[in-house]
């Protein structure tokens, strides 16, 4: 009896498999190939400027961060400008309301439920007679 598997694996070892090699493809002449390729920007040359890089990424959110921060001060400062124009109505409103309660004729009605009247009789005139003392 034999092993046939190991005969099999025998036979496959033995049949290789051409694998055919793809020639390189070649890159497009274009600005960006030429860039990267013909030693205008390089390795050393990126590393140097990434400082600087990151120095305007900082700027950029600095800049993006104050403009959020402006837009935050004119929504307060609108906000704040509606609630003063509502509370100088309402200070109008009552001071008008309290001119009108402060007239003689609505103290009157007021006075009545409390059981006081307006006096009937005029004013009387105090006079005070001088005393002729030797001093």
Do not use: C
Request: glycine share 6%.
């Amino acid at each position: 009896m034999t092993n046939r598997l190991r005969t099999e694996i025998q036979e496959e070892e033995e049949v290789e498999e051409v694998v055919e090699e793809r020639p390189a493809r070649e890159l497009p002449d274009n600005f960006f190939t030429q860039l990267f390729t013909r030693g205008f920007l390089t390795t050393e040359k990126a590393t140097n400027a990434l400082p600087f890089v990151l120095f305007l990424a900082f700027l950029g959110m600095v800049y993006i961060g104050n403009m959020h921060y402006a837009e935050k001060s004119v929504r307060e400062i609108d906000a704040l400008t509606k609630e003063v124009k509502e509370l100088g109505w309402d200070y109008k409103s009552t001071k008008a309301d309290m001119a009108y309660k402060s007239t003689l004729t609505e103290v009157a009605k007021r006075a009545d439920t409390l059981g006081l009247s307006q006096s009937v009789d005029p004013p009387g005139k105090i006079t005070v007679k001088e005393v002729a003392d030797g001093n």
